[in-house]
Nanobody
Framework: QVQLVESGGGLVQAGGSLRLSCVAS????????MGWFRQAPGKEREFVAT????????AYADSVKGRFTISRDNAKNTVYLQMNTLKPEDTAVYYC??????????????????WGQGAQVTVSS
């Protein structure tokens, strides 16, 4: 089992920045590809970003490309999502997810094995 705990959400004005963190425990963190997803009220959960086990490869949804950056620190068992130039449409609950894999590019929520509890991000206009 892997436990994932997100933090860093909150309320920010449009154009502002937030950094989400997700700390993992329970297994060897570096064996896992990690992802961030989000779900807005009344909408399906959608892919945001994913990063390979060693942090050398990343992929993003078109809607966040150029504004969000995913990174990880395997020594701290933590994955981050730096969110810049936030827009009201970024408002959602953000979830981190883990997949036991040394591969890359997992954009479907069904591909992930473990999930955090979510962190609320609200962007005001």
């Amino acid at each position: 089992q892997v436990q994932l705990v997100e933090s860093g959400g909150g309320l920010v004005q449009a154009g502002g920045s937030l950094r989400l963190s997700c700390v993992a425990s329970g297994r060897t963190f570096s064996n896992y590809a990690m992802g961030w997803f989000r779900q807005a009220p009344g909408k399906e959960r959608e892919f945001v970003a994913t990063i390979s086990w060693n942090g050398r490869s990343a992929a993003y949804a078109d809607s966040v490309k150029g504004r969000f950056t995913i990174s990880r620190d395997n020594a701290k068992n933590t994955v981050y999502l730096q969110m810049n130039t936030l827009k009201p449409e970024d408002t959602a609950v953000y979830y981190c997810a883990a997949r036991l894999s040394l591969g890359m590019g997992y954009k479907d929520h069904d591909e992930y094995d473990y999930w955090g509890q979510g962190a609320q991000v609200t962007v005001s206009s």
